[in-house]
């Protein structure tokens, strides 16, 4: 029941940076994994591609040094002391090249990057810029699509797909606010990956399969 002068929001449930929230469990167990597979996190030099400070302060461990990158650095925390950059992930600028890291990580970044060739550069950064990474993407095949929370969508021709973005799901606000040609061109920037893509583009690490309900939800590259 909503306390008294409280607004009910549906779909807060799906709210990933809400800790209690449904999706928000989802990734808090998905931290609790990269922790355990990276025991020296703590004393680490990490390079996140894409990610926010906000997105590390529900983080179990904190990096001994933490670098952002990002296009449109955003979600600022005072609780996460982080470095952070802006700039392309599939071009880092020269200070991140030149820099020394022990681990790359990204979370749900690489389907957004624009294409194959983008996604190829994006891959090799991570690659080159540490000797381990942590690259995670939704998978394609799971059957609600990740972003607009509908079965199925990411099945449908385009226009479909548009149509139903506009009006569905916690993103609907800022889609039907849009001219229909530029809620196209949103929807056309979101590009789901399979195991066989992910294999492709990291050649040398290990593909976690991340699980809900029995069925295959994300992938995870890791080295």
């Known amino acids: 029941m909503t306390a008294p002068g409280a ?3 549906p779909w807060k449930v799906f709210d990933p940076d809400d800790p209690d929230s449904f999706v ?3 990734r808090g167990r998905r931290w609790n994994q990269f922790v355990t597979r990276f025991p020296e996190l703590s004393s ?3 390079l996140d591609l894409g990610g926010t400070p906000a ?3 529900v983080a179990p461990v904190k990096p001994g040094r933490l670098v952002i990158l990002n296009t449109s650095p955003s979600g600022f925390d005072s609780s996460v002391q982080a470095t952070v950059i802006k700039g392309d992930a599939c071009d880092p600028p020269t200070e991140v090249k030149q820099d020394r890291f022990d681990l790359v990580f990204s979370n749900s970044v690489i389907e957004h990057v624009g294409g194959h060739e983008s996604r190829k550069r994006f891959a090799e950064s991570a690659r080159e810029s540490a000797p381990h990474h942590w690259i995670q993407t ?3 095949y799971f059957p609600v699509e990740p972003h607009f929370l509908f079965p199925g969508l990411q099945f449908l021709p385009l226009k479909a797909r548009t149509l139903i973005a506009r009006h ?3 993103v609907r606000r800022d889609l039907g606010r849009m001219k229909m040609s530029d809620a196209i061109d949103n929807l056309q920037w979101i590009e789901l990956l399979s195991i ?3 294999q492709v583009y990291f050649p040398d690490s290990e593909i976690v399969h991340e699980h809900l309900g029995g069925l295959v939800k994300s992938l995870i590259a890791v080295r």
Request: hydrophobic content about 40%.
């Open 24 to 26: 928000g469990s989802l």
């Open 138 to 140: 939704p998978y394609r």
């Open 55 to 57: 997105s590390w302060a």
């Open 168 to 170: 569905w799901g916690p």
């Open 44 to 46: 680490m030099s990490v």
């Open 196 to 198: 066989t893509d992910m």
């Open 7 to 9: 607004e009910f929001r």
